[in-house]
């Protein structure tokens, strides 16, 4: 049953707030009419790159589906807007609430301060934020991962992989949640074999410059990386990470991908036979997981961290040549337990 009492809505207003919504973002999930009182879920504001990231985005998007699915109620999902501030994130978050959405997820670090403000103006709705931990509230769940564990992983199955000894990382934006990313992999690849070289590049230094958001970037990044030997690319840079899996497909190196499993994605088929593996971030459970809660009456909140150990944080088995090769099956297993049992301490930073 739905929570009435904390998400009614008079009609008029919301009629009103929809109009409100559109103009910082345009809705793309069909939420309903404006009578539905009481029958809303969960709703979700993309990060930059928005739906059809084939990435970080889509993860948060299939989460909510599932809680479209199986609890039956309307859902809706929002895109960002091209040099949107902070105060157009935070009135998309609060019309949202105004509706009667519940729980409202910000999808990305940008919102941290907007996740901050309309949590504290509607206190009874259940926000989240994915992929930061320094909002601090009742009312807000911080949904982060241990990306370095898998990024780890992906830099053991780098190390193992490589013919030429030189392998690559391209992340999207110069921030410490990208960090993360490179950290993990680097230490799994010298942990694994200290003498493979490892390039390393950053496309922008922030998120308006389009580093995630920029196929091209990513492409050129990956060719430079592949022109010095690199066999291996590995990619942790959202949107634009499809034109780095493009560079390694057409010069026939592989490439790992990260947060969903890219093999998988209908955007990328042409280019899958070349996709190793993916360095996946379960956001669409964590997604799930958080609806559950709020529909349960019993909301998660606080810093809710997925990692190894939770099975929140992996790698793909989608490429049978990877699945298939039991030898770096085996040296993949015994990194995961030793990471687990804290034998192996992954870097962040």
């Not at 009609?11 to 559109?22: E, I, V």
């Not at 909301?299 to 929140?312: F, M, N, Q, S």
Request: hydrophobic letters at 40%; proline letters at 2%.
């Amino acid at each position: 049953m739905r929570r009435f009492s904390r998400i009614t809505v008079a009609g008029a207003a919301t009629a009103s707030l929809a109009l409100t919504l559109s103009a910082c973002g345009g809705t793309s999930t069909s939420s309903g009419s404006s009578e539905s009182k009481g029958d809303k879920g969960i709703a979700i504001a993309y990060d930059v790159g928005g739906r059809g990231d084939q990435s970080f985005n889509d993860a948060a998007y299939a989460g909510l589906e599932q809680a479209k699915k199986q609890f039956g109620y309307k859902v809706t999902d929002v895109e960002p807007t091209d040099g949107e501030t902070d105060a157009d994130k935070e009135q998309r978050l609060t019309s949202l609430a105004k509706q009667g959405y519940d729980p409202v997820v910000g999808v990305g670090y940008l919102y941290a301060s907007a996740v901050k403000a309309a949590a504290e103006k509607y206190p009874d709705t259940t926000f989240a934020i994915v992929d930061d931990a320094t909002v601090e509230a009742d009312n807000v769940a911080d949904l982060v991962f241990a990306e370095e564990e898998a990024s780890y992983l992906a830099g053991v199955a780098a190390a193992e992989t490589t013919k030429t000894d030189v392998v690559g990382f391209v992340g999207g934006v110069d921030i410490p949640l990208i960090h993360k990313f490179r950290a993990g992999f680097e230490q799994g690849v010298k942990d694994t074999n200290p003498d493979v070289k490892v390039i390393s590049q950053f496309l922008t230094q922030t998120a308006e410059e389009g580093g995630f958001t920029s196929p091209d970037k990513g492409k050129a990044a990956a060719e430079g990386q592949i022109e010095k030997k690199a066999d291996v690319v590995y990619t942790a840079a959202g949107l634009s990470g499809q034109g780095v899996i493009e560079a390694a497909a057409a010069n026939k190196v592989w490439a790992i991908g990260v947060d969903s499993d890219q093999y998988k994605h209908e955007a990328l088929a042409k280019y899958k036979d070349w996709i190793l593996t993916s360095a996946m971030k379960d956001v669409a459970k964590s997604v799930y997981k958080l609806a559950q809660s709020v529909e349960d009456r019993s909301p998660r909140t606080g810093i809710l961290r997925g990692d190894l150990k939770a099975g929140e944080v992996s790698l793909s088995n989608s490429n049978p040549k990877f699945a298939d090769n039991a030898k770096l099956q085996d040296v993949l297993e015994t990194a995961k337990k030793k990471i687990i049992s804290g034998e192996i301490k992954v870097k962040s930073s």
